[in-house]
């Protein structure tokens, strides 16, 4: 059975600074997404990783995906206050057509 | 404009009082799906649809029923809702299983 794992699940941290959020998964797969939900917000789509040692950036994020070790991260380089939300990831698993996601990421970043 | 559109957006009702959430989507996509999402349990895939006329259940079906006749459509069906099925529902799409999906607005249903 696919569990996916994320963390840390809360995350408080000062503009500027960097940090990574992880996301362990527990069987094969090499389809990993990451989302973003704003507060009373619905989800949005951020990266697509179909391949081992896949990297995609946009602004200030940056995805990986480790399929050997099972494990994507998702990188903060000098964080800003608009990026306060919360991050998912969802994992594809091979052997059936379902998406599991992780709990989330809360991230609020301080002025 | 391409979107997921979901109605009702809110909903209180009573238990066993079966009700229907609609989800329509205009982007000709085949993959569709329900999710329900809880405080500190993330999202949890209740059904999926790979294509017309072809469900199947995600981690948490129990309570639920769904039906895609179209491809546009794939509403979410309580039969009999109960109280632990209160939670914020996202339907969501994609183009075909192995790619991101486009979320709905969600819909909050409280079941007294």
């Known amino acids: 059975e696919l569990k996916v794992e994320q963390n840390p699940l809360f995350l408080s941290m000062q503009e500027g600074k960097n940090y990574t959020i992880y996301c362990n998964y527990s069987?094969?797969?090499?389809?990993l997404y990451w989302y973003r939900q704003d507060p009373g917000k619905s989800l949005e789509s951020l990266f697509v990783?179909?391949?081992?040692?896949a990297v995609k950036q946009e602004g200030r994020l940056m995805a990986s995906l480790d399929t050997k070790a099972r494990l994507s991260t998702l990188h903060i380089t000098a964080a800003v206050h608009d990026l306060s939300a919360t991050y998912f990831c969802a994992v594809d698993g091979n052997r059936d057509d379902k998406i599991i996601f992780g709990k989330g990421t809360r991230l609020h970043i301080l002025p | 404009e391409a979107q997921v559109t979901q109605n009702p957006r809110y909903l209180i009702t009573v238990t066993g009082k079966k009700l229907t959430v609609t989800c329509s989507q205009n982007?000709?996509?085949?993959?569709m799906s329900w999710y329900r999402q809880d405080p500190g349990l993330g999202l949890r895939q209740i059904y999926y649809s790979m294509n017309v006329e072809v469900t199947d259940k995600g981690d948490v079906p129990e309570g639920y029923k769904v039906s895609r006749k179209e491809k546009r459509n794939f509403p979410l069906i309580l039969e009999s809702p109960s109280p632990n099925q209160t939670s914020l529902y996202f339907c969501?799409?994609?183009?075909?299983?192995?790619?991101?999906?486009?979320f709905g607005p969600g819909t909050r249903l409280t079941v007294l």
């Open positions: 069987t094969t797969s090499d389809r």
């Open positions: 969501a799409s994609s183009p075909h299983r192995v790619n991101e999906q486009f």
């Open positions: 982007m000709n996509h085949e993959y």
């Open positions: 990783l179909l391949s081992n040692g």
